[in-house]
């Protein structure tokens, strides 16, 4: 398939591993926060959001943590399979009416 | 099922020539999106319109241009101007722009010269 990315930082995690992907945001203003999946040759797929009110949110293997202090983000992930081998994007947005900035990436891949 | 459809999958440009990506979504957002995605660069912002008749440049505009006279649909133009059009394109919608809501994307389309 196509390569969204051949530059870009590589996790690789064994199976049934945890994964964590790191993301440095950089408005301080930012107040909302998103982790897509990309798989090659495909868009980006909606996987967790969270707000600025919270620090961390749980969703069905994943887990979202939030740093406003030092304008981290994490996307953890459970028991990794070889199914979540793709290009993990963060974004940050506020609530104003401006689009999504989106990081360059991580690519996670997943050794069976 | 709801989406956004981009089409062609597959793009081939001439030089000199201007060529269009379609994106339809049947999702009822009001705003829709252009990303370019080279390697190693994450999403750039091409356009962006928020409501049917208006449309923001993004952060990398030139040699692009775009349309929204119907809600549903947000055509992208590569124009002759842009002097390195590869690049995988891709287009998203969401219910606001802004206001922390999530974009939906497409599937891309890959356009490459000839």
């Known amino acids: 398939g196509e390569s969204v990315g051949l530059h870009l930082p590589t996790l690789s995690v064994q199976e049934g591993d945890n994964s964590i992907i790191n993301c440095a945001y950089s408005?301080?203003?930012?107040?909302?926060f998103i982790w897509y999946k990309q798989e090659s040759g495909k868009g980006p797929q909606f996987i967790i959001d969270i707000r600025s009110n919270m620090d961390k949110r749980q969703g069905q293997r994943v887990t979202v943590l939030l740093n406003k202090t030092v304008k981290h983000l994490s996307l953890q992930i459970a028991a990794t399979q070889p199914g979540d081998s793709a290009v993990y994007f963060c974004a940050e947005g506020n609530s104003g009416n401006t689009p999504l900035v989106f990081g360059k990436g991580t690519r996670l891949s997943v050794i069976a | 099922d709801g989406g956004i459809t981009q089409s062609p999958k597959y793009l081939f440009r001439k030089e000199g020539q201007n060529v269009t990506l379609s994106c339809e979504q049947n999702l009822n957002h009001d705003a829709m999106y252009w990303y370019r995605q080279d390697p190693g660069q994450g999403l750039r912002l091409i356009y962006y319109?928020?409501?049917?008749?208006?449309?923001q440049k993004g952060d990398i505009a030139e040699g692009y241009s775009v349309s929204r006279e119907k809600k549903e649909s947000f055509p992208l133009t590569v124009t002759s101007a842009q002097k390195n059009p590869t690049a995988f394109y891709l287009c998203a919608s969401s219910s606001r722009s802004g206001q922390n809501q999530p974009q939906h994307f497409g599937d891309g389309t890959r356009l490459s010269i000839l």
């Open positions: 319109s928020q409501i049917v008749n208006d449309f």
């Open positions: 408005n301080s203003a930012s107040d909302y």
